[in-house]
């Protein structure tokens, strides 16, 4: 879509808005059942949608101090927000490097967040700080097992 489009279109929606009105079909239209029971629609819609664009995922101040998280889920991939020691703001998929379990839940404030099946634990910004079987884990890169970040749009 082109720059003069976009323009056009928002003042439409402005328009409707504004007159509490929205566009409509020439006659009836009738969507098939389909339409909101198909799994692959759904998947479909999920990942065009959702996972190719950015989320507005909520306001910084919800992250008011260094150490506070909270987690949501966002089109099916589970996320956890941190507010770092410096004060910036990150998101991670809430998945420990392991074996895939919730490094956190809900909200609240921690110095890291610990894996509840074998004890990785992550600092603020992702970073694996240690596993608790140092003899079971010994290869285990720390530098390169951090949480993963979710793909941006580009």
């Known amino acids: ?26 006659s009836l239209f009738r969507n098939r059942v389909i339409a909101y029971s198909s799994r692959e629609r759904a998947s479909l819609e999920r990942d065009r949608l959702f996972r190719d664009q950015p989320i507005f995922m909520g306001l910084s101040a919800r992250l008011a101090k260094p150490g506070d998280y909270v987690t949501e889920d966002v089109a099916g991939m589970p996320v956890l927000m941190t507010r770092g020691a410096d004060g910036s703001v990150k998101a991670f998929a809430n998945i420990c490097r392991h074996r895939g379990a919730p490094v956190a839940d809900g909200c609240g404030n921690a110095r890291a967040f ?16 240690g596993t608790t ?7 285990v890169d720390l530098a390169s097992h951090g949480l993963v970040r979710p793909e941006a749009a580009p």
């Open 1 to 26: 879509m082109d720059r003069n489009e976009e323009l056009a279109v928002g003042r439409r929606l402005l328009g409707h808005i504004d007159g509490r009105t929205t566009d409509l079909a020439d």
């Open 114 to 129: 610990t894996c509840p099946y074998h004890g990785w634990t992550y600092d603020l910004a992702g970073k694996l700080l």
């Open 133 to 139: 079987d140092k003899v079971g884990f010994a290869g």
